[in-house]
């Protein structure tokens, strides 16, 4: 409730309600200080942080919500450009565009660097930026220098004219800043209050986790020396003051009495074995307990992959989420990409959400017969029913929000009913009610890199709600656990576990991308062909082999050829053939002959259009 003009920057820590705080402050200014919906801006990092923040909007101030503008900041940027995604994809190539290159583009034009015939700079920055007067930022602490540039033209930082800026607010943590790997840069929330004048205030009641993962939480952040909430430490929301620090599960659990657990185990076996025995003793404690409600995090996809195998060794369904940087172009995977061919012959016409969802069939697929795809789908027109109160709009709206939430799902959680496993990067922004936290955290080189990984440590930590099982593996230096002695730990050794399958624990799992394949094989041969006949019945889950054939490896379902691995996927895999126990479909991905960028290759095509099956 500040002034509307003045510029705040909110360090808020887990779990203390981040985006309320951004959600009531847009209600604030829409319903006390009347600011037309028109003039705020808000700015997420990916989609599903967008819908969130539009449909917890929409709930608390109706219809006074409509016109907010909430995006990401590649969507954005296309939007000052004067970019679409529709128009990005008709080919492979283009399916990924430059994202990066648009920022800095959007960048340069609202800073007046790019010449607008007929236009003063001046004219163009007010045009391109519609009227808004407040722009809010969520996650600032995970920015990057093209993204603090974006921003930083957008509120006018370094104009003179007072008038011409905008007021800022930034919510953020830098306790949380993780992303160091993609370009991110922890000090730019740090510089945040120098670069816009802006006042701090702190968030720090934690309304997620019970008394006892806050203070192992906060012990474990205390060791880092760098940070911008020092004096301000994270405790238990004030409702929850009185409650056991160990919430339900004090009386619940015999064993730990809702303390944070640190488990000892000698190697990667030991590990995944106790993380299973665990798993089954809350179930054995709570029958009600769902898998969903359970995750297990890791530093790495290797640290999760003997877990993963031994959980599905034991019949536990899984959420794999270690491999969504692999994922093929989605609007090319064939049950998307001939729904969107469909949409596209309705373009131009109005059509409500669920008309859509009828005309993709998915409403009628539900169950075990349905592919991972045709379900992806099913939840994104479902999402653009509820984004829209199913109102009736443009198909070619329908398309482009299609196209913006496939190239957002690499960032996006896989969903499921199976105990979700993913690398603690991935999970950032998730909760759940329990986590385990794998070993093998050795820290940094040096001051700074120690620092973030236990910064990434702390997110792990963070994202439980009820139960948190650290593991300290005997194999390894573990660097964070140390200093977990409290009354709110218990450390105990985990229990040996004899007869554990070394054929299961030793298995790893592998996604091909389109990297590793001759994506022109089929295209080489005509329409005719039979080898084109046995694609177009392959469907997703049905089993391949990959088989030497001299120096090359063919793809092969029911013992025909239907795909050849690229040079470098069969120099990567001509060693490992043998260990490889069974191989299905993840994916039939579409190529077309437009896709191929070289006149010696196109040459050699007979086809216009033909798929790759995508191994997992």
């Known amino acids: 409730a500040a002034h509307p003009d003045r510029n705040m920057l909110i360090l808020a820590g887990p779990g203390s309600g981040k985006t309320r705080t951004v959600v009531h402050r847009c209600a604030y200014l829409l319903r006390v200080?009347?600011?037309?919906?028109?003039?705020?801006?808000?700015?997420?990092?990916?989609?599903?942080?967008?819908?969130?923040?539009?449909?917890?909007?929409?709930?608390?101030?109706?219809?006074?919500?409509?016109?907010?503008t909430v995006q990401t900041y590649h969507g954005l940027a296309m939007r000052l450009v004067g970019a679409s995604y529709t128009g990005r994809n008709n080919g492979s190539r283009a399916e990924r565009p430059d994202f990066d290159e648009m920022l800095v583009q959007a960048t340069r034009l609202l800073k007046g660097e790019i010449d607008m015939p007929g236009m003063e700079p001046d004219e163009l920055r007010d045009r391109l930026l519609a009227g808004y007067r407040h722009i809010l930022v969520d996650e600032y602490q995970d920015i990057d220098e093209r993204q603090y540039d974006l921003v930083s033209a957008i509120a006018g930082r370094t104009l003179q004219d007072q008038d011409s800026k905008l007021s800022i607010l930034a919510?953020?943590?830098?306790?949380?800043?993780?992303?160091?790997?993609?370009?991110?840069?922890?000090?730019?929330?740090r510089k945040f209050a120098d670069d816009y004048k802006a006042k701090p205030y702190y968030l720090v009641e934690n309304y997620r986790s019970s008394g006892n993962i806050i203070s192992a939480s906060n012990?474990?952040?205390?060791?880092?020396?760098?940070?911008?909430?020092?004096?301000?430490?994270?405790?238990?929301?004030?409702?929850?003051?009185?409650?056991p620090p160990?919430?339900?599960?004090?009386?619940?659990?015999?064993?730990?009495?809702?303390?944070?657990?640190?488990?000892?185990?000698?190697?990667?076996?030991?590990?995944?074995?106790?993380?299973?025995?665990e798993l089954q003793r809350l179930r054995g404690l709570y029958s009600e307990l769902e898998w969903y409600d359970c995750a297990i995090l890791g530093r790495t996809a290797e640290d999760l992959a003997p877990v993963r195998a031994l959980c599905e060794h034991q019949g536990i369904p899984v959420i794999w989420n270690a491999d969504r940087d692999k994922l093929p172009p989605l609007p090319r995977v064939r049950e998307i990409a001939t729904y969107l061919d469909a949409l596209a012959e309705h373009r131009s016409e109005l059509q409500r959400p669920e008309a859509l969802?009828?005309?993709?069939?998915?409403?009628?697929?539900?169950?075990?017969?349905?592919?991972?795809?045709?379900?992806?789908?099913?939840?994104?027109?479902?999402?653009?029913?509820?984004?829209?109160?199913?109102?009736e709009q443009p198909v070619q709206a329908a398309m482009e929000f299609l196209y913006e939430s496939l190239h957002d799902q690499k960032r996006e959680p896989a969903?499921?009913?199976?105990?979700?496993?993913?690398?603690?990067?991935?999970?950032?922004?998730?909760?759940?009610?329990?986590?385990?936290?794998?070993?093998?955290?050795?820290?940094?080189?040096?001051?700074?890199?120690?620092?973030?990984?236990?910064?990434?440590?702390?997110?792990?930590?963070?994202?439980?709600?009820?139960?948190?099982?650290?593991?300290?593996?005997?194999?390894?230096?573990?660097a964070f656990t140390r200093p977990l002695q409290s009354t709110a730990v218990l450390r105990r050794q985990a229990a040996p576990v004899a007869g554990i399958p070394e054929q299961v624990i030793r298995r790893r799992y592998a996604l091909l991308t389109l990297a590793d394949y001759f994506l022109d094989w089929a295209g080489r041969k005509p329409p005719s062909h039979?080898?084109?006949?046995?694609?177009?019945?392959?469907?997703?889950?049905?089993?391949?082999?990959?088989?030497?054939?001299?120096?090359?490896?063919?793809?092969?379902?029911?013992?025909?050829?239907?795909g050849l691995l690229s040079k470098a996927g069969a120099e990567a895999w001509r060693t490992r053939l043998d260990s490889i126990e069974e191989a299905e479909v993840f994916a039939m991905v579409r190529r077309q002959a437009s896709d191929s960028d070289a006149p010696e290759h196109a040459a050699k095509l007979q086809s216009q259009a033909w798929e790759i099956p995508i191994a997992e």
């Open 33 to 68: 200080e009347r600011v037309p919906a028109a003039a705020i801006l808000v700015l997420c990092f990916n989609r599903n942080a967008c819908l969130t923040l539009r449909r917890r909007l929409r709930d608390l101030v109706g219809p006074d919500a409509r016109g907010v």
């Open 171 to 189: 919510v953020g943590d830098d306790d949380q800043n993780i992303y160091t790997f993609r370009g991110t840069n922890v000090e730019f929330i």
């Open 219 to 243: 012990t474990v952040i205390a060791q880092n020396h760098d940070r911008m909430k020092i004096e301000h430490p994270i405790q238990i929301n004030r409702a929850r003051q009185n409650d």
């Open 246 to 277: 160990g919430g339900v599960w004090t009386a619940a659990d015999p064993l730990a009495h809702g303390r944070v657990q640190v488990l000892t185990v000698a190697d990667l076996p030991h590990q995944s074995a106790a993380v299973i025995s």
């Open 357 to 391: 969802l009828e005309m993709s069939g998915t409403h009628e697929a539900r169950g075990s017969s349905e592919t991972r795809w045709a379900a992806l789908l099913r939840e994104l027109l479902i999402e653009l029913a509820e984004e829209t109160g199913n109102a």
């Open 415 to 478: 969903t499921g009913k199976g105990v979700f496993m993913a690398t603690v990067h991935s999970a950032k922004g998730m909760e759940f009610p329990h986590v385990f936290l794998l070993g093998g955290w050795k820290g940094g080189a040096n001051r700074a890199k120690q620092e973030e990984e236990r910064r990434a440590y702390y997110v792990g930590m963070t994202r439980a709600k009820e139960n948190l099982c650290l593991f300290e593996r005997q194999d390894s230096q573990e």
């Open 530 to 562: 039979t080898a084109h006949a046995k694609l177009s019945k392959l469907k997703t889950g049905d089993p391949l082999k990959l088989r030497a054939a001299g120096e090359m490896i063919e793809v092969v379902a029911d013992g025909a050829q239907v």
